[in-house]
């Protein structure tokens, strides 16, 4: 067996639903099916997601937008000066340059702003207001962000400011006081779409002041989009997907520049460019230094300048992830040290000197390993402060909680699954247990193991070419349309191997019923010393058009890997016993040996996994369920291993077998071998076997083992005395089977046991196993415990 790392469920659609939209739309079963498990179960409103053009909404039904392009216009107008006040992520730098492209165009008197992460902190602050009003600043625009700058509202208005806020991060019960709020969230919003981003927001300022829709903004738009991880549907969908072609021909200098530092070719953006490639570039620059130069970047009409400032960012995204490796090991460090009970089921950690700029990245790593709502901070002991980002598990709203919290957190923001916060370092042990008492009253036990979703199981036979290509009708994927993962069950292993330069990547080629598929697993290569050629594997993941030589074909990005069934590996032949330790994991090893002496030469080494048996009872008594099982020797007999194993569930059986010595390949004689060593004693008498005993097995071609053999079963028989060497025939013996013969009994037991232990094929070995072990869980059964 192989245990997933998460549990699978696969999601169960609606097939009468499927089936309408199949047959309306003309799509495969497979599409048909995805379509209705991401929501869009009528003809039109998959038609809708499908092939919808430009249907934007009106920017104007956004509460408070003629309130803002009358004030922004008026500005225009005056020449008054704006600042734009953005945010240091990929989404404030996109949202910040859509408008200040916007307002370039427009010929307004503009400048922007975005604070410095580490010396002022997320969101608007009271001295760079103060500092604007000093500088002759009329009008300050937000963008992604302010929503929750109350107090900066308040000195916005008695410094004579007018703000206009645009942000889509939650709003809290008390908004700050501007002239207008732009926002899809607020709790009167009539607008129909609510998971903008923040470029989003401000992609809808610039459409209604331009008084059209601005198509040469979607290729910036896109990118804080996709980057902020919100809902890929409704407009999110249209920026995404509009946005994607206009940056595959993209003459923005800046994007070109990044692109090409990238090394990536513009006519094959997609999605995972911008969220993999160009985002975490753009996010280095204000996790590190100063979020302007990314700013600059979209801005600039310098091709010089732009090669430089991208060149600059792609350095500073390979320091960002030297520092993010260091802190994660510094940050599991701590955790092992101090909060690995499961009692503590929200992660606060936090250490002086983590760069504030990356402990979010940091954050999510947490996550994935520990699989449960991780907060890390930054100390400043100077100062006496804690600045944190916070990411979560489904199930523990963050924002919610962390509002439960407002006394100790004087600044806070974010969404269900992400949060950003200051507090005094005194408060982070009462931070720390409140959330820990929030999360008991919340969370169960089974929220607490990771749990993956599969849109489909799927067939090999099913997949090709045309049904991969109409699934790619769905993308650009993202949050609420990820990109479909598959359950591929039950299927046989052509070929496996490790691939890569440090041998940490898998590669299989699947099969089943005469049907292929080429699988790659990144970061799964130490599976193919878990997973036996011969196992039915299941995998999950994620299927793919992979293009090489000008051929194209199915593949699937492999996720994760099971085996249902308990698993052989066979290793008989090896002679070395201390090889057991390098390729067996120690996790369930349990190492079965049945000859005292080997027992003794190898339990030094293996310590408490060595176990000696020796009779029945303690087969019996053996406890190998779900264990990883080495049979290091040859068992004194099948019934031994019988007991060892009837019953019982291991997990994987490791078969070495050691013998000093084969009974196998020895002569083993027949009654015609007996019949004529009888008649050569009765016609010669006593015979001196010291001295004649090689001698008459050579004569005969066979081993002076058989002749002593032979004597032995005789001498068991009564038909011979043996008296110093001398065997003499008893001519008054009684007539009897050699059968009643102990010794006879052993050397043919031993015969055959070597026989279907040591000389039997693979599939002749797993089958006496499956025999012995008389699994009584059916593979249905194993399939609901294990997926």
Request: proline share 4%; aromatic share 8%; charged share 25%.
């Amino acid at each position: 067996m192989l245990k997933s790392k998460t549990r699978w469920i696969v999601r169960k659609s609606d097939q009468h639903l499927a089936k309408k939209l199949e047959n309306e739309l003309k799509i495969t079963p497979f599409v048909a099916s995805l379509l209705v498990n991401r929501g869009f179960d009528t003809v039109e409103s998959a038609r809708y997601f499908l092939f919808a053009k430009d249907e934007f909404h009106d920017p104007y039904l956004l509460r408070g937008m003629d309130l803002a392009v009358n004030r922004i216009r008026e500005a225009i107008e005056k020449r008054e000066p704006i600042l734009i006040f953005g945010d240091y992520d990929a989404d404030g730098v996109s949202s910040t340059s859509v408008m200040m492209i916007t307002l370039r165009d427009l010929g307004a008197n503009v400048q922007f702003y975005i604070p410095n992460r580490f010396t002022e902190g997320y969101g608007p602050n009271e001295p760079a207001f103060r500092q604007a009003a000093e500088a002759g600043i009329k009008l300050i625009i937000t963008v992604d962000t302010g929503i929750s700058a109350v107090q900066e509202g308040a000195v916005a208005k008695e410094l004579g400011l007018d703000l206009i806020i645009t942000d889509h991060h939650e709003p809290g019960p008390v908004l700050p006081e501007a002239l207008a709020i732009i926002h899809p969230k607020l709790p009167d919003s009539q607008y129909p779409f609510r998971d903008l981003a923040g470029v989003g927001v401000a992609f809808k300022l610039a459409h209604a002041l331009y008084g059209r829709l601005p198509e040469h903004l979607l290729e910036i738009a896109v990118i804080g989009t996709i980057a902020d991880l919100v809902s890929l549907t409704g407009e999110n969908r249209l920026i995404a997907k509009k946005g994607l072609e206009k940056l595959k021909t993209t003459q923005t200098i800046g994007l070109k520049a990044l692109l090409k530092i990238a090394g990536v070719n513009p006519m094959t953006v997609n999605e995972e460019t911008v969220g993999f490639t160009l985002a975490p570039r753009i996010n280095a620059v204000g996790r590190l230094e100063d979020a302007e130069l990314a700013v600059r970047l979209f801005l600039t009409d310098d091709p010089v300048e732009a090669e430089e400032l991208a060149e600059e960012m792609d350095e500073l995204n390979k320091l960002r992830q030297s520092i993010v490796n260091t802190i994660t090991e510094e940050a599991i460090e701590e955790v092992e040290a101090k909060f690995s009970d499961p009692a503590n089921k929200v992660l606060v950690i936090g250490r002086e000197g983590w760069n504030a700029g990356v402990i979010g990245i940091v954050a999510s790593r947490l996550v994935e390993k520990y699989f449960r709502p991780t907060i890390v901070l930054s100390f400043d002991s100077e100062k006496g402060i804690a600045k944190g980002s916070a990411r979560s598990i489904p199930g523990f709203d963050l924002f919610h909680n962390l509002s439960t919290c407002r006394d100790i957190l004087p600044h806070f923001g974010g969404h269900p699954g992400a949060a950003g916060m200051t507090l005094s370092i005194n408060d982070v042990p009462e931070l720390r247990e409140r959330l820990n008492r929030l999360a008991a009253e919340t969370l169960a036990d089974e929220d607490f193991i990771p749990v993956t979703y599969l849109d489909e199981e799927v067939h090999l036979e099913d997949i090709n070419l045309g049904s991969l290509e109409e699934m790619n009708l769905l993308a650009p994927f993202g949050m609420d349309n990820s990109k479909p993962k598959v359950l591929i069950n039950n299927v046989d292993i052509t070929s496996i191997k490790k691939i890569g330069s440090d041998q940490n990547h898998l590669k299989i080629l699947l099969n089943d019923n005469g049907a292929n598929l080429d699988g790659v697993g990144f970061g799964l290569g130490p599976l193919v010393d878990e997973i036996s050629p011969a196992s039915k594997i299941s995998l999950i993941g994620e299927l793919s058009v992979n293009e090489w030589n000008n051929i194209r074909k199915p593949q699937i990005f492999v996720h994760d890997i099971a085996v249902i069934k308990w698993q052989l590996f066979d290793f008989r032949g090896q002679k070395r016993l201390h090889s057991i330790v390098d390729a067996v994991p120690a996790e369930t090893r349990k190492i079965v040996l049945f000859n005292q002496d080997h027992f003794e030469k190898i339990s030094p080494i293996l310590k408490d996994d060595a176990v000696l048996i020796q009779n029945s009872d303690e087969a019996v008594r053996f406890d190998c369920h779900q264990a990883n099982l080495v049979l290091a020797d040859f068992p004194t007999s099948k019934n031994m291993l019988t007991q060892l194993l009837k019953g019982k569930q291991p997990a994987r059986i490791y078969a070495y077998f050691y013998k000093e010595s084969s009974d196998f390949f020895s002569t083993v004689p027949t009654r015609e071998h007996f019949k004529w060593y009888y008649a050569f004693l009765l016609k010669k008498g006593p015979i001196d076997l010291r001295r004649y005993g090689a001698d008459i097995a050579k004569a005969r071609g066979w081993s002076q083992e058989t002749i002593k053999f032979m004597s032995k079963v005789f001498y068991e028989l009564d038909f011979v005395t043996i008296n110093n060497g001398f065997i003499t025939l008893n001519r008054s013996a009684q007539k009897r089977d050699l059968t009643d013969s102990r010794t006879y009994q052993l050397k043919q037991e031993q015969y055959e046991l070597e026989k279907e232990l040591l000389f039997s094929s693979f599939q002749e070995l797993k089958a006496l196993f499956d025999t012995l072990i008389e699994e009584p869980v059916k593979l249905e059964e194993a399939v609901k415990e294990w997926i």
